[in-house]
């Protein structure tokens, strides 16, 4: 597999709540950290079940991908049908498999006013996109 076909294959299962199939996606020494909450999840099975425990049913659609060859970025939109987020995750391979995941969750804000004269305000479909 691709490394893109690596990432595709985890967030498409994650899209089907199939979280299990993404093991043999992942190598022996995986790790994913969550910039925003500093939390590192080391080990596939310690990930995989914090997205089994997860709450709620997240639908995951991936916006962009970016692969540069050594490292994969993808952009994806994830909702549970009345919350919206967005996540920018840097993936790193090792032996054919994921063996790093950084992720960064945006948090939408409302933009300052003194700078409102020199921008457009999004609808919030285009951020969706």
């Given amino acids: ?20 199939a993404v093991a043999d996606l992942l190598h022996d020494d995986f790790v ?16 995989i079940a914090i997205n089994t425990h997860y709450p709620g049913q997240w639908r995951i659609n991936i916006v962009r991908l970016v692969d540069s060859g050594d490292e994969l970025v993808t952009e994806i939109v994830v909702t549970d049908g009345q919350k919206t987020d967005r996540a920018v995750s840097f993936f790193q391979f090792k032996d054919n498999k994921i063996y790093r995941i950084r992720e960064y969750w945006l948090e939408p804000y409302a933009a300052p006013d003194w700078r409102q004269q020199w921008v457009e305000p999004m609808a919030e479909e285009s951020w969706t996109e």
Avoid: K, P, Y
């Avoid at 597999?1 to 299990?20: G, K, N, P």
């Avoid at 994913?32 to 990930?47: A, H, T, V, Y």
């Fill in 1 to 20: 597999m691709t490394h893109r076909e690596l990432v595709e294959s985890l967030w498409h299962a994650f899209d089907r709540f199939e979280f299990a």
């Fill in 32 to 47: 994913c950290e969550w910039l925003q909450s500093r939390e590192r999840i080391r080990g596939r099975d310690n990930f």
